[in-house]
């Protein structure tokens, strides 16, 4: 089994920026990817960026040229840098892994409000 846990979600300004974590333990040599979603109220969960084992990297639309993925291979952590953030940026973001056999796995989540 693989463990995930996102944190360093927050209050913050429109304009400002966040960077989310997320560590993973357990089974983590079964993981081909991380990704990171989110969810608003009344929303679907979406995908907000993926970064494969190898280090390729998939971005939403929405956050493409304001977010950055990246991973810690030693600290098995990916992190998300999240910069010029809106409002419409607010949800709770998810970590994903995706592992061998079809396999998934989710984190809990960590809630990023941004104000106007």
């Known amino acids: 089994q693989v463990q995930l846990v996102e944190s360093g979600g927050g209050l913050v300004q429109a304009g400002e920026s966040l960077r989310l974590s997320c560590a993973a333990s357990g089974s983590t040599f079964t993981i081909s990817a991380i990704g990171w979603y989110r969810q608003a109220p009344g929303n679907q969960r979406e995908l907000v960026a993926t970064i494969s084992k190898g280090g390729r990297t998939n971005y939403a639309d929405s956050m493409k040229g304001r977010s950055t993925i990246s991973r810690d291979n030693a600290k098995n952590t990916v992190y998300l840098q999240m910069n010029s953030l809106k409002p419409e940026d607010t949800a709770v973001y998810y970590c994903?892994?995706?592992?061998?056999?079809?396999?998934?796995?989710w984190g809990k989540g960590t809630l990023v409000t941004v104000s106007s």
């Open positions: 994903k892994a995706d592992q061998w056999g079809g396999r998934e796995s």
